[in-house]
């Protein structure tokens, strides 16, 4: 069993470094409801890229808001445009709680309109790559949802007992919402995980991936990015004033192939760029700041 937590802008600017090797993964909070930037969530890229740089396998949620099969699409949109060019290792879910009241005020939707937006959402991310999966509490599972037509994707289930009392399937449960652990100011969620996704994607891709999504680097700084993939990909650097590249070379391991990123000299107005690798058909972006 595995051990993980789920956060976002509420828990503030969370110190990761102290987090590590205190938790097995994290899900992010990458925003809520319509595709709306305002509606982004404000730790969202530096929580991804911390993760990232640190080593901690990441997954990601979307709090939904969807009264609707159109909001869940401009939903499913939100979540893509935010993941565009990352590559989690656990799965991207939709919150389906109503914690603030907000559709049971609007008089509330049917269990077959909720079942429906779970699983546009979930199509729509699967259609595009990701393991999807779905959040909701035992009530919402055994009352609210019509779990038989959402079997196919993972179920992330909140139950605060002392166990669980819910019968049915479920990959993850969010057990407590009154966690402590250091770099977290107050509260946070905590979690425990039945399947090692992150073995799961590793394992079972046959396509692109890359080690790291994001990386800070200070000027004259190298780093060196593994791409997972079988043909030699082709690298395509933006903003070349901020990064040079290496042509990819194998890696001596076997893992795939290996591209060297040094930092150069940031000039006042440009400190980001990044790289886009593509081998197989699939394209995939690793950004990159520079200090």
């Known amino acids: 069993m595995l051990n993980g937590i789920d956060v976002s802008s509420a828990n503030g600017c969370v110190d990761w470094d102290k987090l590590k090797g205190k938790i097995d993964f994290a899900i992010l909070r990458c925003g809520y409801g319509s595709d709306r930037a305002d509606q982004d969530d404000k730790q969202w890229a530096r929580n991804v890229a911390e993760c990232s740089r640190l080593g901690i396998p990441w997954g990601a949620y979307l709090y939904s808001y969807a009264m609707s099969t159109a909001e869940a699409e401009s939903e499913a949109a939100h979540a893509l445009r935010l993941l565009r060019g990352l590559t989690p290792a656990y799965p991207v879910y939709i919150d389906m709680e109503d914690a603030d009241g907000y559709k049971a005020k609007r008089g509330g939707i049917s269990r077959q309109l909720a079942t429906d937006i779970c ?33 196919k994707w993972t179920f992330w289930l909140a139950q605060y007992n002392d166990r669980v009392t819910y019968t049915g399937k479920y990959d993850m449960c969010q057990y407590s919402s009154s966690g402590s652990l250091p770099g977290i100011v107050g509260r946070v969620d905590l979690n425990y995980c039945l399947r090692d996704f992150s073995l799961a994607a590793a394992s079972n891709s046959s396509g692109l991936r890359l080690d790291t999504s994001s990386k800070n680097m200070n000027s004259g700084e190298k780093y060196t990015v593994l791409a997972h993939c079988q043909e030699r990909p082709a690298v395509t650097i933006v903003g070349r004033d901020v990064i040079a590249v290496s042509e990819p070379r194998l890696d001596s391991k076997g893992r795939g192939w290996l591209i060297d990123v040094e930092g150069l000299p940031p000039e006042p107005a440009v400190r980001h760029g990044h790289i886009m690798v593509t081998s197989g058909g699939q394209t995939v972006q690793c950004n990159f700041n520079v200090r």
Not at 121 to 147: H, I, P, Q, S
């Open 119 to 151: 699983r546009i959402f979930c199509e729509r991310l699967t259609a595009a790559g990701y393991t999807a999966g779905f959040y909701a509490n035992k009530d919402w599972a055994v009352n609210r949802l019509d779990m038989a037509q959402l079997s």
